[in-house]
């Protein structure tokens, strides 16, 4: 699957800039209520926070993956940002993230939500890749690596 | 030779005019017939299953050899032509050069079709669908090869009466040694844990258009061999007419059967019990399988037909589950009748041409299907797994050889060639399929960065309970993702799990949950288990705010003698 089918450059970010777990989920949520693909900003909010009181999904290497099941999104919605300074999310190493990968996705209905996780796992599972997309100078530039294979 | 096929053709005409003639002279014979049939099968049903049993249970062999030998072992040719019961004669006789009787060949008849109906049911349409060009490359390599080897090896023998290509019986030896018996090769992956691995993939992708190739291509030379049987020469314009028919058939009937199979359960659904619908289904299976035969064709492809038809709509699984019961007592006979059609004394002329069949049916199916693999990604110790893979021939082979006994295309002597050549595969294919794994990988080296690598995910819960409901839960959880879920038919539960590119197998052994994934593809499975673990997580907490457990308990034994 190519990433560009369901990543699109509005929802790649450079810039995020948040001091705790929960300010940097609001961020992503609130810039995604501004690019227009979340209406129900507090529904989506509550997911994801829901999903993440049940266990972190902060995992190795800097890389978290907020996401959330909610019927207030029709099809998958998904985020890819960077906060440089990184934040710490409780995550299996310890270590704080940079690198963020949310996803919200219809209760029932399946989509793609499974190929674009393992897609872009295959990514940054690549330390080379995430050197990359980290040293990215502008969201464009990231969205072309995240896009280019 | 000419004449055995002459006896043989005529045996079951025979047979069935004796039958009726014997029921219309006296009121007694049909009786004293149904007498010895029913012996018949209460030795037949035992025996096949105890073989089955010792064949499985102390040689680590498929139980299908042993309902085989078991077969040999009580035919007329063997122990059945000397046990005599005192006034129905000997248990087992020949009857005009046919082993079995007309009654007892229409219970074996009635095996295969339900045989080869689950078989259609069994089929993942789906995976077939997204998995074509592996598949089919591997699958159409193997099938091309062991048909020409096959039907050409019958042709080059010298004495043996076949001397065209297009000889009926020369066609049949090449379509018995087309058609794979995955089972053993499944249970084997499963075993070694690399059913997800890519050669595991290719195999199991593969086998399928196997089946699905081996059906055809067994309607188009039962159309050949009817034309040429009935006096007509057959060239080529008239075989383009027999596959068009052949191949037209499977795919007219098929695609009216997957367009309206959700109208017609939906239709009989309305009876509302489960085994009214079941014993419809099986009906319709049978319905098809004669209309099969109508057209010229054989029943068993009207039954797999049936059977792939259903195979997509939520009845196949009921379906499958009552029709368990049957299949396992009816398919042993099928096996074990088939067994006793070998006839020792014709054997002995037709062992080395037995031995050379059996060699390139090897060899066939190992670089027909190796080869394939070897120019899309494999390297030669992955390409010879998929074709050691793709070697046991087993019950399809066994049908289409009694189909050509019973309808005289083939004469015993072959029909025996055509066992020895199941034995040889079925047996062979596991010690060398398990000794092929050893070693490294099997994909190309560059193929081989892109994570064809086996990760092996092992997580152990307090109780085989939990596990068994975490895997339930796992697999209705992949359903919903739109992974295609394949439940095999080993002795621990193993589930394929496959979606466009990601492949995995997932297993349950004991208190244990194994998930066998390629590197490439393991974040997938560990998210969404991770998930499931979870969700599993949020039940138990729930299961807390149930009423106290005690008191529930009382509540329930409080009211049993008041």
Same mark, same amino acid.
């Given at each position: ?149 | ?131 074509? +060009? /592996?598949?089919?490359?591997? *699958? @159409?390599?193997? #099938?091309? &090869?062991?048909? %020409?080897?096959?039907?050409?090896? =019958? ?121 009214? +619908? /079941?014993?419809?289904?099986? *009906? @319709?299976?049978? #319905?098809? &399988?004669?209309? %099969?035969?109508?057209?010229?064709? =054989? ?128 047996? @062979? ?134």
């Amino acid at each position: 699957m190519n990433l560009k089918k369901v990543l699109t450059p509005d929802a790649v970010w450079i810039d995020l800039k948040a001091d705790s777990k929960q300010e940097i989920i609001e961020l992503m949520v609130d810039r995604l209520v501004a690019a227009g693909k979340v209406q129900d900003r507090d529904t989506v909010l509550t997911a994801v926070l829901e999903r993440e009181a049940k266990m972190s999904t902060g995992m190795q290497n800097g890389v978290a993956i907020p996401h959330g099941k909610t019927d207030a999104v029709q099809s998958l919605v998904v985020a890819v940002g960077i906060c440089k300074t990184g934040v710490k999310f409780d995550s299996m190493d310890g270590s704080p993230c940079t690198l963020f990968i949310m996803t919200l996705s219809p209760v029932k209905r399946s989509g793609p939500h499974i190929q674009f996780l393992a897609e872009i796992s295959r990514l940054i599972s690549q330390p080379a890749e995430r050197e990359k997309l980290l040293a990215a100078k502008t969201s464009g530039e990231m969205y072309e690596i995240l896009i280019r294979k | 030779m000419q004449d055995v096929q002459l006896a043989a053709t005529s045996a079951i005409h025979h047979a069935g005019e004796a039958a009726s003639h014997a029921a219309e002279s006296s009121g007694h014979s049909i009786t004293h017939m149904m007498m010895h049939l029913i012996l018949q099968l209460a030795v037949i049903i035992i025996c096949a299953k105890i073989g089955g049993y010792l064949f499985q249970r102390f040689l680590k062999m498929p139980s299908v050899l042993g309902e085989l030998a078991s077969g040999m072992l009580i035919g007329p040719y063997a122990l059945g032509g000397m046990i005599n019961i005192p006034n129905l004669g000997l248990l087992f006789a020949e009857q005009q050069g046919f082993a079995a009787s007309a009654e007892l060949y229409g219970i074996a008849t009635l095996a295969s079709i339900i045989l080869l109906f689950l078989a259609g049911l069994e089929t993942d349409l789906a995976a077939f669908l997204r998995y074509s +060009i /592996v598949g089919s490359f591997v *699958g @159409l390599g193997g #099938l091309i &090869a062991a048909f %020409a080897f096959g039907d050409l090896c =019958a042709v080059y023998w010298p004495g043996n009466g076949i001397d065209s290509f297009m000889d009926p019986a020369a066609l049949f030896l090449g379509v018995i040694s087309v058609a794979t018996s995955v089972g053993i090769t499944a249970r084997i992956l499963a075993e070694k844990r690399k059913m997800a691995s890519p050669e595991g993939v290719t195999i199991l992708a593969g086998a399928v258009f196997d089946d699905v190739f081996g059906i055809v291509t067994l309607a188009i030379v039962m159309g050949m061999a009817k034309v040429s049987m009935s006096g007509g020469v057959v060239n080529w314009g008239e075989i383009g007419l027999i596959a068009a028919k052949a191949i037209g058939f499977f795919v007219v009937v098929t695609s009216l059967g997957l367009i309206f199979a959700r109208k017609i359960t939906a239709a009989i659904k309305k009876f509302k019990s489960t085994e009214i +619908i /079941v014993a419809i289904c099986f *009906g @319709l299976s049978l #319905l098809l &399988a004669g209309l %099969a035969e109508m057209a010229g064709l =054989a029943m068993i492809i009207g039954a797999y037909i049936m059977g792939l038809a259903l195979s997509r709509t939520d009845l196949a699984h009921e379906i499958e589950h009552h029709l368990e019961g049957v299949y396992n007592i009816l398919v042993p006979i099928f096996f074990c009748v088939m067994g006793m059609m070998v006839d020792f004394s014709v054997m002995k002329p037709v062992l080395a041409f037995g031995a050379v069949y059996s060699i390139l049916a090897i060899f066939s199916k190992v670089v027909g299907c190796g080869l394939p693999a070897y120019l899309m990604k494999f390297n030669m110790r992955g390409s010879l797994r998929i074709g050691l893979g793709m070697l046991p021939r087993g019950e399809v082979a066994l049908i289409v050889a009694g189909i050509g006994l019973a309808s005289g295309i083939i004469d015993q002597g072959i029909f025996g060639v055509s066992i020895m050549m199941t034995v040889i595969t079925t047996m @062979l294919a596991p010690p060398l399929l398990v000794k092929s794994f050893d070693g490294g990988s099997g994909l190309r080296k560059e193929m081989d960065d892109m994570g064809g690598e086996i990760e092996t995910i092992e997580m152990e819960f307090p109780s085989r309970d939990i596990t068994e409901f975490l895997v339930n839960r796992f697999v209705r959880a992949l359903q919903n993702e739109e992974f295609f879920v394949h439940h095999l038919h080993t002795d621990k539960p193993t589930y394929r799990v496959l979606k466009d590119d990601i492949a995995f197998t997932l297993m349950q052994d004991g208190k244990k949950l194994i998930i066998n994934v390629p590197n490439a593809n393991q974040h997938v499975a560990r998210m969404m288990l991770l998930e499931e673990l979870l969700s599993l997580t949020d039940l138990l907490e729930s299961t807390k705010q149930m009423k106290n457990v005690d008191e529930m308990g009382s509540d329930l034994m409080s009211g049993m003698f008041a």
